[in-house]
Nanobody, 124 residues
């Protein structure tokens, strides 16, 4: 089992920044790919990006490329999502997820382990 705990959400004005954290425990994650997703009320869970834990390779959805950055700290077993130039449309519940594969995926169903989510609210 992999346990994931997100933190760092909150309320921010448009144009501001937030950094979300996802602390992982339970297993060595060297063979895992971590993903970030978000879900607004009444909408589908949307893919934001991935990071391959072993080498730190990242991949982003076009919708957030250039604004969001994913990184990880091996010593802390934590993945981060740095979000800049936030917009009201970025308001959602943000999730991290883990997939036991070196290949990333944009499909939520391909991820086995999920955190509880952290709320981000961006006001205009």
């Amino acid at each position: 089992q992999v346990q994931l705990v997100e933190s760092g959400g909150g309320s921010v004005q448009a144009g501001g920044s937030l950094r979300l954290s996802c602390a992982a425990s339970g297993r060595t994650l060297s063979s895992y790919t971590m993903g970030w997703f978000r879900q607004a009320p009444g909408k589908e869970r949307n893919f934001l990006g991935t990071i391959r834990w072993s080498v730190g390779t990242t991949y982003y959805a076009d919708s957030v490329k250039g604004r969001f950055t994913i990184s990880r700290d091996n010593a802390k077993n934590t993945v981060y999502l740095q979000m800049n130039r936030l917009k009201p449309d970025d308001t959602a519940l943000y999730y991290c997820a883990a997939r036991s594969s070196l290949l990333g995926s944009s499909r939520p169903t391909d991820y086995t382990f999920w955190g509880q989510g952290t709320q981000v609210t961006v006001s205009s």
